[in-house]
């Protein structure tokens, strides 16, 4: 049965603090870039925001950076004068199309992770920030 009235001092000392967590470390399956991705990720995060279940959905996030910066790197060395061919033309498509669809994943395993700020505040919120933001003064 729960005690009446406030509580007291002495009920309150049992209370152990909890450990410092430390960050979670990324997982030997992923390569060096996604491990940097990785640890780039969870220190912008406070230690007890990931957990052992946001693992595999994390090392998911990583793996499609690191999919999506491979195939920037091959876009940036495209030739234009690939384009006049059909073979140049096909090709770009398909690294286009690739890159749509890698960019689509990482945007919804970001929103699953809760990364980005869309998923973090609410439309009213967002709203609010947005007036106290938008008083500032220029000069100050």
């Known amino acids: 049965m729960k005690q009446r009235g406030r509580t007291g001092k002495g009920s309150l000392a049992m209370v152990t603090p909890i450990g410092e967590r430390k ?3 990324p ?10 991705t990785w640890r780039e990720v969870v220190a912008c995060y406070p230690a007890e925001y990931f957990n052992a279940a946001l693992v595999p ?3 998911s996030y990583c793996r499609h950076v690191d999919y999506a910066a491979t195939i920037d790197r091959e ?3 495209f030739k234009r004068e690939w384009l006049r061919e059909d073979e140049g033309l096909k090709r770009y498509k398909a690294l286009s199309a690739m ?7 990482i945007l919804s395993l970001a929103r699953a992770l809760r ?3 869309q998923s973090r505040y609410t439309p009213q919120r967002a709203a609010m ?4 933001g938008g008083t500032a003064k220029p000069w100050e």
């Open 27 to 36: 997982p030997v399956t992923l390569t060096e870039a996604q491990q940097g």
């Open 23 to 25: 960050a979670l470390e």
């Open 115 to 117: 990364l980005t700020n």
């Open 75 to 77: 876009l940036a060395g």
């Open 129 to 132: 920030a947005a007036v106290k």
């Open 57 to 59: 959905l994390l090392a």
């Open 99 to 105: 890159r749509m669809e890698q960019t689509s994943s």
